[in-house]
Each structure stands twice: as structure tokens, then as C-alpha cells.
């Protein structure tokens, strides 16, 4: 048979002598069908890099057989291990996987929404901006049937699946091991709280404050969760009087910075300020010193949240009930606290 650009069904059944419906079954290894006659068509199959027809084999079953996913930041690695492991699921069921960028901006976000719809996906992973204040974007998805699950970054506003790690017991964890130190005057660099990992971490914070009797001081708790907002909120901080013993930031870039910063005011990290971030990516082996964090599981994550989402897509009820599923941490102990 004279190769062409496509190979299809049809080509290959013509050159066994047997009929379409035949191949067909044979490459989805139906039971009536015998090993030799499946070996025989895989084989000619290979030989001319035969691929199903994805928009054929979209219109039949309805489905395109695509995830979208929504992230706020590529560069960050605990999104891309996320990634890893929603692909690492996604690819063995036979999907592809379309990924945006809402860079933290709700109207990006609100854009790649539209993207992934209008490209027919099946359903959408997603993990909310921290500017994002207004969710109709995601409300709609559900109001049209389309599957939506929230990782890491989820909302209350927004009835569906979640799967989160325990950031109330991380940052308890977190906390709690600065104490344990001899930390007494600590400072949380806090998330956004219309994010609920905002909420839970320094829910966590003031839990461990409480069960050793420290008094929380709200002005020890601060808005701040970048590298670029640490460098100058530490500045302020130590600028303004303020000696903190110990900070617990709400991730490992904003923990980088308040080392940075630390240094620069001529104190020793961990001797007389011990630092603790919360991902345990990259980060956290490149600093100096090396980052004591809590470890968010990001490829687990990934990898649950794509098993949850398939699930809801090869469902045939649409009125199931949202389920959320908590990751447990641990605590990565590095020389940030330890001295």
C-alpha cells in the first residue's frame, strides 16, 4: 500500500482484508476479537504511524477529549509541579491538556475562562488569581454542565470541587515550630484573604499563637506575598522600630525576600531571626541559608485534582454533590530555624 499523509480505517482494513469495524474493535482491544488479528493491525498501525482522528472521535463521543487548566503564575515551581502531575494523569486517559496564565489579574483570568470554552473543553482545572474578587466566570461553567475544579487557590463563593492541602495544619506547623525555637515577637506575611489559603494560614498562625499563650498583635500580621512586596515591607518593618524574632511567610519567594532583607539590617538568619516559607519548591534549596517550609505536595495535587476532574467529566449525573479533598503537609526543617 502506497503511504499517504493520513492513514485511516479504512487503509488499514483494506490491507488486511478485514473490515473496518473490525480494526476498529481490534485497536480497543475488544475480547471477540483474536490476538492474532489485534497484533496484525497494531503492527501495520505502527508501520504507518496511524493516529485516531481526535475531531472525528470528538463528535462521535461529544467530547474533545481536552482539560483546560487556569494558573495565576507559570514561574512559580509549585504550579509547575502541579502541572506535572495533572499531565502525568490527563496523558495516560488519553487527554490533552491546555494551560493559560491569569498572571494574577482577574480579567486574564475571566479571558482564559472564555479561551478554554470556546476550545471545547471537557472541563477546567483552575486555581484563583488573588486579585480575582468577582467569580460569575466560574459560576457560569457550572450553570452550562461544565466540569470545574479548584486546586490549591479555591473560593467559597464557588459550590464545586476542591482538592487543597491542609494549609490551616501547615501553617499551625510552621508556626508552632517557631515557637518551639524560642520565637516570641512573630511576624505572618499573609495572603490575600478573599483567598481561602489565606484565611487558613493564618487561621493556622493565630492557632499556634494561642496554644502557647502568645497574645496576637494584629500589627505583627501583614499583607504580603511576593519577593518584591518582603523587600520592602521587612524595610518598613525594621525601619519602624519593630524587631521581630521570628516570620512565617505564606510562601517560599516571600520568605526569600524577608532573608534578604534580614541580612541587609545586619541580623543573622537563623541566630537572631528564624524564617519559615511555605511550598517547599526551588526556593527553598537556593537560598543562603537553606529555607525551612512546608512542603504543598504539588504533583500529588496535580495528580488528585485530575483524577477528581476526569471522574466528574465520565460521569452521566450532573447534580453531584461538590466534594473537597485535603492533602495533609509536613514540615521541611532546614538551617533557616536551625542554630
Same mark, same amino acid.
Not at 193 to 204: D, P
Given at each position: 500500500? *502506497?503511504?499517504?499523509?493520513?492513514?485511516?480505517?479504512?487503509?488499514?482494513? #483494506?490491507?488486511?482484508?478485514?473490515?473496518? !469495524?473490525?480494526?476498529?474493535?481490534?485497536?480497543?482491544?475488544?475480547?471477540?476479537?483474536?490476538?492474532?488479528?489485534?497484533?496484525?493491525? #497494531?503492527?501495520?498501525?505502527?508501520?504507518?504511524?496511524?493516529?485516531?482522528?481526535?475531531?472525528?472521535?470528538?463528535?462521535?463521543?461529544?467530547?474533545?477529549?481536552?482539560?483546560?487548566?487556569?494558573?495565576?503564575?507559570?514561574?512559580?515551581?509549585?504550579?509547575? !509541579?502541579?502541572?506535572?502531575?495533572? *499531565?502525568?494523569?490527563?496523558?495516560?486517559?488519553?487527554?490533552?491538556?491546555?494551560?493559560?496564565?491569569?498572571? *494574577?489579574?482577574?480579567?486574564?483570568?475571566?479571558?482564559?475562562?472564555?479561551? =478554554?470554552?470556546?476550545?471545547?473543553?471537557?472541563?477546567? =482545572?483552575? !486555581?484563583?488569581?488573588?486579585?480575582?474578587?468577582?467569580?460569575?466566570?466560574?459560576?457560569?461553567?457550572?450553570?452550562?454542565?461544565?466540569?470545574? /475544579?479548584?486546586?490549591?487557590?479555591? /473560593?467559597?463563593?464557588?459550590?464545586?470541587?476542591?482538592?487543597?492541602?491542609?494549609?490551616?495544619?501547615?501553617?499551625?506547623?510552621?508556626?508552632?515550630?517557631?515557637? =518551639?525555637?524560642?520565637?516570641? &515577637?512573630?511576624?505572618?506575611?499573609?495572603?490575600?484573604?478573599?483567598?481561602?489559603?489565606?484565611?487558613?494560614?493564618? *487561621?493556622?498562625?493565630?492557632?499556634?499563637?494561642?496554644?502557647?499563650?502568645?497574645?496576637?498583635?494584629?500589627?505583627?500580621?501583614?499583607?504580603?506575598?511576593?519577593?518584591?512586596?518582603?523587600?520592602?515591607?521587612? #524595610?518598613?518593618?525594621?525601619?519602624?522600630?519593630?524587631?521581630?524574632?521570628?516570620?512565617?511567610?505564606?510562601?517560599?519567594?516571600?520568605?526569600?525576600g524577608v532573608l534578604k532583607v534580614v541580612k541587609q539590617f545586619g541580623y543573622?538568619?537563623?541566630?537572631? /531571626?528564624?524564617?519559615?516559607?511555605?511550598?517547599?519548591?526551588?526556593?527553598?534549596?537556593?537560598?543562603?541559608?537553606?529555607?525551612?517550609?512546608?512542603?504543598?505536595?504539588?504533583?500529588?495535587?496535580?495528580?488528585?485534582?485530575?483524577?477528581?476532574?476526569?471522574?466528574?467529566?465520565?460521569?452521566?449525573?450532573?447534580?453531584?454533590?461538590? /466534594?473537597? &479533598?485535603?492533602?495533609?503537609?509536613?514540615?521541611?526543617?532546614?538551617e533557616s530555624t536551625e542554630g
Amino acid at each position: 500500500m *502506497e503511504r499517504k499523509s493520513q492513514i485511516t480505517i479504512k487503509d488499514i482494513a #483494506r490491507e488486511l482484508g478485514i473490515s473496518p !469495524s473490525t480494526v476498529s474493535r481490534a485497536m480497543k482491544n475488544h475480547p471477540d476479537i483474536s490476538q492474532k488479528t489485534k497484533d496484525s493491525v #497494531r503492527d501495520l498501525a505502527e508501520k504507518y504511524h496511524y493516529k485516531p482522528n481526535a475531531v472525528a472521535l470528538s463528535l462521535r463521543s461529544s467530547k474533545t477529549h481536552m482539560i483546560g487548566v487556569v494558573i495565576p503564575k507559570v514561574v512559580h515551581f509549585f504550579f509547575s !509541579s502541579v502541572i506535572s502531575g495533572i *499531565e502525568h494523569v490527563a496523558n495516560d486517559a488519553g487527554y490533552n491538556v491546555l494551560i493559560c496564565q491569569s498572571d *494574577e489579574n482577574e480579567e486574564r483570568e475571566i479571558t482564559s475562562i472564555q479561551t =478554554l470554552t470556546s476550545s471545547r473543553v471537557d472541563g477546567i =482545572l483552575a !486555581s484563583v488569581s488573588k486579585d480575582t474578587t468577582d467569580f460569575t466566570h466560574f459560576k457560569e461553567l457550572l450553570e452550562n454542565n461544565i466540569p470545574l /475544579v479548584f486546586f490549591d487557590r479555591a /473560593v467559597s463563593e464557588v459550590n464545586t470541587d476542591k482538592v487543597i492541602i491542609d494549609d490551616l495544619e501547615g501553617a499551625f506547623k510552621a508556626t508552632e515550630h517557631l515557637i =518551639l525555637k524560642g520565637c516570641r &515577637k512573630i511576624i505572618h506575611l499573609a495572603a490575600p484573604q478573599n483567598l481561602i489559603i489565606g484565611q487558613r494560614r493564618m *487561621e493556622g498562625y493565630i492557632k499556634a499563637l494561642k496554644k502557647h499563650a502568645i497574645p496576637v498583635d494584629e500589627s505583627l500580621i501583614i499583607k504580603c506575598d511576593s519577593r518584591e512586596e518582603a523587600l520592602v515591607v521587612m #524595610r518598613n518593618v525594621y525601619e519602624s522600630g519593630v524587631r521581630p524574632d521570628g516570620v512565617f511567610a505564606v510562601n517560599d519567594l516571600t520568605a526569600s525576600g524577608v532573608l534578604k532583607v534580614v541580612k541587609q539590617f545586619g541580623y543573622r538568619v537563623p541566630e537572631d /531571626v528564624k524564617v519559615v516559607g511555605f511550598s517547599d519548591g526551588f526556593v527553598a534549596y537556593v537560598t543562603d541559608p537553606t529555607l525551612t517550609t512546608v512542603d504543598q505536595h504539588g504533583f500529588e495535587m496535580g495528580k488528585e485534582a485530575a483524577l477528581l476532574l476526569l471522574s466528574r467529566i465520565n460521569e452521566t449525573i450532573t447534580n453531584y454533590s461538590p /466534594v473537597t &479533598k485535603v492533602i495533609p503537609t509536613n514540615l521541611i526543617v532546614r538551617e533557616s530555624t536551625e542554630g
